[in-house]
């Protein structure tokens, strides 16, 4: 059980944190005494989530919110520029901004849009890295990045996505390399199916339901995964229990990919 008084002070950003996994995981650190980061595209959504942090928060914290596209890199750049002025350091990254896809390879837009999953899955967490690096040096920081089950456990429907996720681990496991030495620790969480509304963000809207229902009655633990499993398992990854743990996927599946 990570020390919850290590994240009290720690500022720490979550991109794409107004909805699903991301505003759960703003909210846990909120509730822990940091110092967060929101960002969306939405604005209305900013609101709300800064909103709900800032009641949690211990010291009623008032949360940075950062509107923003992450697959431009402007935007990027104004993120992490943002944090720096505001709080004068950063501690913890979790590029948590993505979308899924559906995909075939006999679909003539195939390479559209596994160029649009790169985009946002593969790119902006690669420039938003290049960018945080000199700042989380200076604190030994950590970066988490939310890839899937899908990264390792083909699936014939959203193969774009899972090309997508499985750079993401590949990524993860290389830059861990190169940013050890600087004293930055870089991992993934790599959730099955959760139930949030990132399933309608695939175009596939309420044809999903049945999927999910399925999944619970195969899993052998009769269940998806919640926002809280998955957040769980980034504040571990995030806290000095696990300051041994670099380069590996965090699988948060029930033993699904098994199945």
Do not use: W
């Not at 509107?67 to 993120?79: A, L, P």
């Not at 943002?82 to 979790?94: A, E, K, V, W, Y």
């Not at 830059?175 to 959730?191: D, F, H, Q, S, Y």
């Amino acid at each position: 059980m990570p020390d919850l008084k290590y994240f009290k002070d720690k500022v720490v950003i979550v991109t794409g944190s107004t909805s699903g996994i991301g505003l759960a995981t703003v909210k846990y650190f909120s509730r822990n005494g940091s110092k967060v980061v929101i960002n969306g595209r939405n604005q209305n959504a900013l609101i709300r989530a800064t909103q709900e942090c800032h009641c949690i928060s211990p010291s009623k914290l008032t949360p940075l919110a950062i509107r923003g596209d992450v697959t431009k890199k402007e935007d990027c750049k104004r993120i992490i520029s943002s944090t720096i002025n505001h709080f004068g350091r950063l501690d913890i990254l979790i590029n948590n901004a993505g979308a899924g896809a559906f995909g075939s390879i006999t679909d003539p837009k195939i390479s559209d849009t596994i160029g649009q999953m790169f985009d946002l899955n593969v790119k902006s967490l690669v420039t938003l890295t290049q960018l945080a690096v000199e700042h989380l040096e200076r604190s030994n920081g950590v970066i988490i990045n939310v890839s899937s089950t899908l990264s390792i456990k083909p699936n014939i429907s959203f193969m774009p996505y899972c090309v997508a996720k499985s750079a993401v681990d590949m990524f993860t496991k290389c830059i861990a390399l190169e940013l050890g030495p600087k004293g930055i620790r870089v991992n993934t969480v790599n959730p099955t199916a959760v139930r949030t509304n990132f399933q309608s963000a695939t175009g596939a809207g309420d044809s999903l339901n049945g999927v999910l229902k399925h999944l619970e009655q195969v899993n052998p633990l009769k269940r998806i995964s919640t926002t809280e499993d998955v957040v769980n398992a980034i504040a571990f990854l995030t806290s000095s229990e696990a300051s041994f743990i670099t380069g590996h996927s965090l699988v948060i599946d029930g033993a699904s990919i098994f199945v």
